[in-house]
């Protein structure tokens, strides 16, 4: 997203222990509308880095979180990332695809300050009383005093540019700008220079995604703007000293093999901070509840049954949501994946929505009002996230079957292990004992609630089950009580105590 597009964390409404949305103005911009009424305010200039630096330490002094959102990284990563922003350090951030950095370097954002005075009408977001350009040395010679000053709310502030190889010095640095050269004015004034990328969010954060994708020439661009802090246009005279953040991201597939950071480059970076997926079961689940969104499957965006009756909302309880976490764990972990390509964060989160999906599609062909997602619609994970893992051993043929088998497998694994964790101790022989005489119980995309529950009549222990998958009194429903019923019935058939028979959208279990 280019910079004029303003900071992505505007679309988030999130706020986290007292720390508001960077993207949402918490408070009007102040008051002074000039030059002279902005020096009279006692305003003054402080560097971008002083700025965060400051910000910062407030935040860590008054126990809030620097970086709010970031899940998994908190004695990781984090501590690296506030060690490099008080030191005033550029950083590279390095990791496998799907950890985070991009959240993270957007993130930063909210450690700006709210507003800024800039200029009105300057293209460098010059503060008034530091001007850098020509334009605005000849604006405040014209108006003194009365110069015009605006101000910049924070998400403003946020540039980012995805390396690309045809990307250009002049997207990111400037060009000579034909018109304005039309228009009358000399080679070599500097206004007929139209600025890039990097100059434009000048006083803010600029971020360079998968650098060693960007040609090693136009690498060479940024290194003035690491070090000199100024910028190099053609054969320009120019020198505007810059005031940014730089921070870029890669994959470490990407910086040893398709392409490389430049030594110099590199060398220029005051940190690199290497990144990871989530160490514990725990983040894994809190990183699941915070990203997936299923807000879009609600009935009132266009779900329904005929007749008008709108579905709610779907739930997803909370074992299917430790499943799917472990199940993604253990794709990772898989001899049969590719390790260096790494299993990305969104496969989880796309599984887990692909779930919700599931659960709104048999709602509303079994005529159910409340969708709650259930051990059948797990399975509809694998066709969906097959794309999104790179196996070890994959061959020519792009279908072979048995990268599913092995996504199937590892999924009855990750069911499997959420249920002894899950129903550890938990006494299951009344519902075992349903089936001793024979008896079997149909599940299935066209089975709903009530009639999964009607096959087993009393459930001994059931409130007790619920209990244990995290269903708090008062609050239980028909659709959540034939959840947890149906996991248990899995979780007897995973460890042998069941038999199951799957045929396609219909699922028996018997003795």
């Not at 509308?33 to 020096?39: A, I, N, Q, V, W």
């Not at 990772?332 to 969104?346: E, I, L, T, Y």
């Not at 709650?372 to 051993?393: H, M, N, T, W, Y």
């Not at 529950?453 to 409130?463: D, E, N, V, W």
Request: net charge negative; aromatic share 4%.
């Amino acid at each position: 997203m280019a910079a004029t597009d303003g900071c992505p964390c505007r679309r988030s409404r999130r706020t986290v222990a007292g720390v508001t949305d960077p993207g949402v103005p918490a408070s009007a911009p102040p008051a002074p509308t000039t030059l002279g009424e902005l020096r009279d305010s006692g305003a003054t200039p402080r560097p971008v880095k002083a700025e965060i630096r400051a910000n910062l330490l407030a935040r860590l002094a008054a126990g809030e979180p620097s970086l709010p959102g970031i899940v998994g990284f908190e004695d990781t990563v984090v501590p690296e990332v506030e060690r490099a922003l008080i030191a005033g350090h550029d950083l590279v951030l390095l990791g496998e695809r799907g950890q985070g950095k991009t959240r993270l370097i957007r993130t930063l954002v909210g450690l700006l300050d709210e507003w800024t005075p800039v200029l009105t009408g300057s293209e460098l977001n010059e503060h008034p009383l530091a001007p850098i350009s020509v334009w605005a040395h000849r604006q405040i010679a014209e108006h003194g005093d009365a110069t015009p000053v605006g101000w910049l709310h924070r998400s403003e502030r946020f540039g980012e540019k995805l390396a690309t190889p045809d990307t250009s010095v002049g997207d990111l640095i400037g060009d000579v700008d034909p018109i304005k050269v039309a228009e009358g004015r000399t080679l070599g004034d500097p206004e007929t220079v139209h600025y890039g990328l990097v100059p434009r969010t000048n006083r803010g954060i600029f971020s360079v995604n998968e650098l060693p994708d960007l040609a090693e020439r136009i690498q060479v661009a940024l290194l003035n703007v690491l070090e000199e802090r100024d910028i190099q246009i053609r054969g320009y005279r120019v020198r505007l000293p810059l005031d940014l953040l730089l921070v870029a991201s890669a994959n470490p597939e990407d910086y040893t093999n398709r392409g490389r950071i430049i030594t110099p480059l590199k060398d220029r970076f005051g940190a690199e901070v290497r990144t990871h997926y989530p160490i514990e079961l725990a983040d894994e689940v809190r990183l699941l509840t915070q990203e997936a969104h299923t807000s879009w499957l609600d009935g009132g965006a266009g779900g329904g049954r005929p007749g008008g009756e709108q579905l709610e909302t779907p739930l997803v309880p909370e074992h299917l949501v430790e499943i799917v976490a472990r199940f993604t764990r253990l794709v990772r972990d898989s001899n049969h994946v590719d390790q260096r390509s790494g299993v990305s964060a969104r496969f989880a989160i796309a599984g887990l929505e692909t779930v919700a999906a599931s659960a709104v599609r048999r709602a509303a062909v079994a005529g159910e009002t409340r969708p709650v997602a259930r051990v059948v619609d797990l399975p509809s994970i694998v066709p969906a996230s097959r794309g999104k893992v790179e196996f070890a051993d994959s061959g020519a043929d792009p279908d072979d079957e048995r990268e599913t088998e092995v996504l199937e497998h590892l999924l009855r694994q990750a069911t499997a292990q959420t249920f002894r964790a899950r129903c550890a101790g938990l006494d299951l022989t009344g519902l075992q004992e349903h089936f001793t005489g024979g008896e079997t119980v149909e599940s299935g995309e066209l089975v709903p609630a009530a009639a999964l529950l009607g096959q087993l009549g009393t459930i001994p222990r059931l409130a007790e089950l619920l209990g244990r998958l995290g269903v708090p009194e008062g609050e239980q429903s028909a659709e959540q009580a034939a959840a947890a019923v149906e996991f248990a019935l899995e979780g007897l058939y995973l460890t042998r105590r069941l038999a199951k028979d799957t045929d396609g959208a219909r699922t028996v279990y018997g003795a």
